[in-house]
Nanobody
């Protein structure tokens, strides 16, 4: 599975961004697609994930209703809609794929494929 993440950029606090992750190479019906982020000097952190087959979702505790993960079957693309952004959301965001139909993992080492990352900067 090849993943390409894009959509990052500079946004003011309180603003919104939508990240996209285009997938290719294999059918995604047996994968869970996830978003992680990594700020400078910090460990990679789970943001959200979605079961491609069932559409079930799971979010990191810090999201608190601000982010929404979704998928577009026709485009083989996963989205992360981020609203009410805060300076502490500044990080490189990565999309990843985990071979699972329904079980959603939140730890990076469970994921088999990774995109290159897209940088999000939130100014105060």
């Amino acid at each position: 599975v090849q993943l390409r993440a894009y959509g990052g950029g500079l946004v003011q606090a309180g603003g919104s961004l939508r990240l996209s992750c285009a997938a290719s190479g294999r059918t995604l019906s047996s994968y869970v697609m996830g978003w992680f982020r990594q700020a400078p000097g910090k460990e990679r952190e789970f943001v959200a994930a979605i079961s491609w087959r069932y559409g079930s979702t799971y979010y990191g505790d810090f999201v608190k209703g601000r982010f929404t993960i979704s998928r577009d079957n026709a485009k083989n693309t996963v989205y992360l809609q981020m609203n009410s952004l805060k300076p502490e959301d500044t990080a490189v965001y990565y999309c990843a794929a985990h071979h699972s139909i329904a079980t959603i993992e939140s730890t990076p080492w469970e994921y088999d494929y990774w995109g290159q990352g897209t940088k999000v900067t939130v100014s105060s």
